[in-house]
């Protein structure tokens, strides 16, 4: 079974800085596929939105236009594990940051949509404060 842990979230001032991380552990038969791990959110009352994804090898990050020059996405191979930087906060960012992973092998490709997931993580709350 695979699994995503999410930790690093809490309460922080506007303009301060977070780094938010995500543990993926389970059968190498799968953890070892071409994979993307992604990063999503959802603020009371709205809809979970994409934040941020990146590619398996670490390369090749993606972003909402609302994050971007804000918050980086980063992968550390040896720990498979993903992070995320988050700079400059904003109110408009609290919420629970939930993390996921989609598994396609060689053809997997970097989508925004989270139906398109596989594996998700139970979450971490992120609330910014003015």
């Known amino acids: 079974q695979v699994h995503l842990a999410e930790s690093g979230g809490g309460l922080v001032q506007a303009g301060d800085s977070l780094r938010l991380s995500c543990a993926l552990s389970?059968?190498?038969?799968?953890?070892?596929?071409?994979?993307?791990m992604a990063w999503f959110r959802q603020a009371p009352g709205k809809e979970r939105e994409f934040v941020a994804a990146v590619m398996w090898s670490g390369n090749n990050a993606y972003y909402a236009d609302s994050v971007k020059g804000r918050f980086t996405i980063s992968k550390d191979n040896a720990k498979n594990t993903a992070y995320l930087q988050m700079n400059n906060l904003k109110p408009e960012d609290a919420a629970v940051y939930s993390c996921?992973?989609?598994?396609?092998?060689?053809?997997?490709?970097?989508?925004?949509?989270?139906?398109?997931?596989?594996?998700w993580g139970p979450g971490t709350q992120v609330a910014v404060s003015t």
């Open positions: 996921a992973a989609r598994f396609r092998g060689s053809g997997v490709v970097v989508t925004e949509k989270d139906t398109d997931y596989d594996y």
């Open positions: 389970g059968p190498s038969s799968i953890t070892s596929l071409r994979h993307i």
